[in-house]
């Protein structure tokens, strides 16, 4: 796996294992890879696994039934999606607004760019 340089590798293997909760490889309440697995697939120390696992227990994005390992919580996509919107709303957009208003575009161009992704977008998954 790449990881950018601009975030922790713990941060970046549990949005990655948010990734695949979002795109349903991880079901709700399914086992997903111990830290020892998920360390190989990642290319990294089990410790920096571990740190990924613990970030998303404690978002209650999975839990550790002992003895069994590791299952995604019942509601996990609801919550990553929660957590993902708060974040975008309070970090992403205001970065996107300030970079609007200095390039002088305005909402009405960013509406019509994003009609025309929706458009192509549903035109591809056709």
Known sequence: MNYSANQSIFIQIADRICDR????EYLPEARIPSVREMA???????????RSYERLQNSRIIYNKRGIGYFTSSDAKDK????????FMKEVLPAVFNEMS???ISIKE???AYTNFLSTKKQNEL
């Open 40 to 50: 190989i697939d990642m290319e990294v120390n089990p410790n920096t696994v571990m």
């Open 80 to 87: 990553i999606i929660e957590i993902r919107h708060r974040d």
């Open 102 to 104: 200095l390039l002088g």
């Open 21 to 24: 909760i979002l795109s349903g």
């Open 110 to 112: 960013v509406t019509d």
